[in-house]
């Protein structure tokens, strides 16, 4: 993004005239951000061999899809519908990975006959998969009681955390593996969403190494994502080199203690994309009370659902007018929610009915978590490619 004329610009695009051109609400990408942030991750950590696997839950456009497996990404998926979304993108069944709580019979069978590595959740879930006569090879999504992120609803690890089979049940989960001759390859931890604090993954890192002697049989090591980015002005970025060196450093030793390489996983979602990604809405109404000046703006949180279910910060600009002598103001949502605001009391320069608003860091867990509550479409979504813009979304249609 660049400010020119005052004005705020994504690629050679002024904001406002594409929101002219496609209407508001609207999702916007820009290619180049998501191409720096690939090539930034993929560059930190000097190891080989390593696999990058999209979490596409975090935006699961289909040019996006296309988009990560041009450069070389594998797609890590937790529904159905996703990994027919990868498929359809292009990707291989040896390209996807698979990792869900709680999944139905149907799931287990549609994996098993599409191919699909799984990251096993529960114990049961192993047992369904020997009975099953699915893939003899199988991986294990483990919980070792330690949990990271902003808000008790991204922590993925923990003993209040529905995810993974815990410590204490290794044993039985050998068990039922030899019960149906099958063997434990993979072993994934996924700890959180949004970690800033790369010391703290380490520190995850170490503990999944040292449980990872006790299964023999080994092909990789799946450390997940949660890979954090700054939303608010006074956060750092996540420190992607020095944690990338730390890693290849702690799983080189691990694997010469262990007695041969294997292969390092990551699966990174909101890191790729959310910077890269801008939801643009045009001011409705401004509306005066003795506490406080709303902004009202054509969409909420059926759009974005962050702010209304995390207390998430995302960042507004005025597109149309970026610098100017700033009052505080509330930015509402036109949902009939109380709930739905997007941001509360924020400094923003003069804002007219008319003028285009633009909430940054939107790329993940945006279109993706958007709804038709109060029977609202949703957004059209744009990508940006240096000095080229195209529709990769229509608009949903009241039809």
């Known amino acids: 993004m660049e400010i020119r004329g005052n004005k705020l610009y994504i690629g050679a695009f002024a904001a406002e005239r594409l929101a002219r051109r496609y209407g508001t609400p609207l999702y916007v990408y820009d290619a180049e951000t998501i191409r720096r942030q690939y090539q930034k991750l993929t560059a930190s950590v000097p190891y080989s061999p390593v696999g990058y696997f999209y979490a596409c839950k975090a935006n699961t456009n289909p040019v996006l899809l296309e988009m990560f497996r041009r450069l070389g990404a594998g797609l890590e998926t937790v529904s159905r519908g996703e990994v027919l979304a990868g498929l359809r993108a292009g990707f291989r069944p040896d390209q996807i990975l698979f990792t869900c709580s709680n999944m139905t019979e149907a799931e287990l069978d549609f994996l098993i006959a599409q191919g699909i590595c799984a990251n096993l959740d529960s114990l049961s879930q192993l047992q369904r998969w020997g009975l099953r006569k699915g893939a003899p090879h199988v991986s294990l999504r483990v919980n070792l009681g330690i949990g990271l992120g902003p808000h008790r609803h991204v922590v993925t690890g923990g003993g209040d955390s529905k995810f993974g089979i815990h410590a204490g049940q290794f044993d039985q989960a050998r068990a039922i593996a030899a019960r149906h001759g099958l063997r434990i390859v993979g072993l994934q931890q996924h700890i959180g969403s949004n970690i800033l604090d790369h010391r703290g993954m380490l520190r995850a890192v170490e503990a999944l190494l040292r449980v990872a002697r006790?299964?023999?049989?080994?092909?990789?090591?799946?450390?997940?994502?949660?890979?954090?980015?700054?939303?608010?002005?006074?956060?750092?970025?996540?420190?992607?080199?020095?944690?990338?060196?730390?890693?290849?450093?702690?799983?080189?030793?691990?694997?010469?203690?262990?007695?041969?390489?294997?292969?390092?996983?990551?699966?990174?979602?909101?890191?790729?994309?959310?910077?890269?990604?801008?939801?643009?809405?045009?001011?409705?109404?401004?509306?005066?009370?003795?506490?406080?000046?709303?902004?009202?703006?054509?969409?909420?949180?059926?759009?974005?659902?962050?702010?209304?279910?995390?207390?998430?910060?995302?960042?507004?600009?005025?597109?149309?007018?970026?610098?100017?002598?700033?009052?505080?103001?509330?930015?509402?949502?036109?949902?009939?929610?109380?709930?739905?605001?997007?941001?509360?009391?924020?400094?923003?320069?003069?804002?007219?009915?008319?003028?285009?608003?633009?909430?940054?860091?939107?790329g993940a867990y945006g279109f993706s978590m958007s709804s038709n509550y109060n029977s609202r479409p949703r957004p059209a979504e744009v990508l940006v490619s240096r000095n080229r813009a195209r529709l990769i979304r229509e608009r949903e249609a009241w039809e």
């Open 214 to 362: 006790q299964f023999p049989n080994l092909e990789f090591v799946d450390f997940g994502g949660g890979f954090g980015v700054p939303y608010r002005p006074e956060e750092r970025p996540f420190a992607v080199r020095q944690w990338g060196r730390s890693m290849a450093r702690m799983f080189r030793a691990f694997c010469a203690a262990y007695g041969r390489p294997l292969r390092m996983v990551f699966e990174p979602g909101r890191y790729l994309v959310a910077e890269a990604g801008i939801l643009l809405v045009t001011v409705t109404d401004i509306k005066t009370t003795p506490e406080r000046t709303f902004v009202g703006v054509d969409s909420g949180f059926n759009h974005l659902a962050r702010p209304a279910l995390y207390g998430a910060y995302h960042m507004v600009v005025n597109a149309s007018r970026v610098h100017g002598r700033t009052a505080r103001v509330t930015v509402a949502g036109n949902i009939c929610e109380s709930g739905d605001l997007f941001a509360a009391n924020r400094p923003l320069p003069p804002t007219r009915v008319g003028d285009v608003l633009a909430i940054l860091n939107a």
